[in-house]
Every structure is written in C-alpha cells, then in structure tokens.
C-alpha cells in the first residue's frame, strides 16, 4: 500500500487591518481617558468642545451609512475599492463610538441620550462579532462569500484522492464516504449548523476507532503474506492513522464553516435593524438637543 500523507490546508486569508492585541489595548486605553474626562471639569457635553467632538463623532458614524449604499449607487462602488471601503468601515467604526464616548463623558443625563448611547453599544458590540465571523466565510476583503464546493476543495473533499488510498479496506472507505455525505448534508443543520458539527465531532472519533482495528488487522495480514518487517508494518499504520486523523479534522472544518455561514446570515438579519435603531436614536438625540 502507498499512502501519502494529506497536506494541510490552506487558511482563508486574513484582512492586513486586523486589530492587534495592543490596537486593542490602545482603544481600551481612549476609553478609560474618556471617563478620566469626564471627571474633570474640563467640558461637559453641551459645551463648545463637547458639542464639536460629538459632531464629528456623530458625522463618522453618519459616513459609516455610506457602505451597504455602495452595493446600490454604482458611483460609490467607483469612488473607492471594496478593500477601502471596509478599511474605512472599521476604522470610523471605532474612530466614531470612541469620539461619542468623549462627547458624552460617559455620562447619560437624560433618556434619549441613554438609547442613543446603548444602541451605539450594541451596533459596536455587534460590528466585531460580524467582523470576526466575516474572516471565517470571506475571501480576504473582497466580499465574496466562500462557497460551500470552494471549501471543499480547498480541503481536498471534492475528489476521490483520500478515499482511493484505503481501496484495501472498502468498509473503511464507505464508512468515510458516509461521513462525509452527512458533513455536508444540508437538511436539518439544527441549531445554525452546531449540532451537524458536534455530530462530525463524535460521529468521526467513532468512525477513527473503527477504522483503525480494521486497517490494523488487514496491515496484519498483508505483513503476514508479503513478510513486511515490523518497522514497516508500524510505518505504514502510522501514515494511515495520519492520513485518516487529517480527513477527519477538514470534515471537522468543513462542518465548522457551515456553521459560521449561517451565522453569518443570521448575524446580518440583527445588525441592520441595530444600525436603523442607532440612527433613529440618535436623529432623536439631536433634535432634542437642538429644541430644548
């Protein structure tokens, strides 16, 4: 038997603007000095100052508008190129709330500010979960989302390439091609996909311990008959059992993409009804401000 070993595969590329641990720490850091501001007497919200920072908090968060539009004006999708456009929809995005934070102290004086803040909150809060989901089903920046038949080929799941190598034992390989069919099984996910990937998860585990009796007891008897030597037989087990433990961890991953793809839509119905409730809020907000 000649088994190669199945090489890893490739990661979805990550966006060149991902926030470090110390971006992180940075933003964290304005925040706390936001509060410090508030707590000395420097401006309060209504002051020349605090209303100047509140506006052009208020404007990049306004701009921030202008990215869904962009699939609907074609001089907007002119205007700058898709990877741009998201490097400014996460850079205002945190730019914006931050800039608010400092307008308002965080201090909340009276109820419409208070929903206008926490919708911010939300939207914020919601905007990097998004993001995070966005790196698992995307390619890179381009906005196009992975399909399902990509993933597979990038895992190697699209031809017969891994199940040919166990053509000596055919209950092994029907066992794989089983598991497989219900990896990708669309009909019933449960539970946005997690109960398909906590059923590979145990469905597999159970499937290697199977397959590994069976194809140590053929390797046996092939070492009996063409009077391999024991290092041989132990090499040739081994290359099996990583050659099966590398099928089952992208079955894994595929069933784990899955999941993120629907998330992701799922995601996308609760983020846009935050974002017209953060904008009404804070339409509210400023007329309020601006009458009495």
Do not use: C
């Not at 009796?213 to 063409?226: G, K, P, Y």
Request: no cysteine; hydrophobic share 50%.
């Amino acid at each position: 038997m000649t088994t190669k070993v199945l090489s890893s595969s490739p990661a979805d590329s990550e966006s060149d603007i991902e926030l470090r641990p110390r971006a992180w720490l940075g933003v964290l850091l304005l925040v706390a000095l936001a509060w410090v501001a508030g707590r000395i007497p420097l401006y309060t919200p209504g002051s020349g100052l605090g209303y100047y920072i509140g506006l052009v908090g208020a404007s990049f968060m306004a701009f921030l508008l202008l990215y869904p539009l962009r699939k609907y004006a074609r001089f907007l999708r002119r205007a700058f190129g898709m990877r741009l456009w998201f490097k400014l929809h996460i850079f205002l995005g945190i730019l914006g709330p931050v800039l608010i934070m400092y307008h308002s102290t965080l201090k909340v004086v009276s109820f419409n500010a208070a929903v206008a803040f926490y919708s911010m909150l939300l939207v914020v809060g919601s905007g990097i979960i998004g993001r995070f989901i966005y790196t698992k089903v995307h390619h890179g920046l381009t906005g196009r989302l992975v399909t399902l038949r990509e993933r597979q080929e990038q895992l190697g799941l699209a031809g017969e390439s891994l199940k040919s190598k166990f053509h000596f034992a055919p209950r092994v390989e029907q066992r794989l091609k089983g598991l497989e069919a219900y990896a990708t099984d669309e009909t019933r996910p449960g539970l946005l996909g997690v109960r398909r990937f906590i059923g590979i998860v145990i469905r597999g585990q159970y499937a290697y311990w199977r397959s590994m009796r069976e194809v140590d007891r053929i390797l046996s008897r092939l070492a009996a008959s063409r009077d391999w030597s024991p290092r041989e037989r132990v090499r040739r087990m081994q290359a099996a059992r990583h050659l099966m433990k590398e099928y089952l961890r992208e079955l894994r991953e595929l069933a784990q993409f899955r999941t993120y793809e629907r998330l992701f839509s799922f995601w996308h119905l609760l983020h846009v009804p935050f974002a017209i409730m953060l904008v009404l809020s804070t339409i509210a907000h400023v007329v309020a401000v601006h009458m009495y």
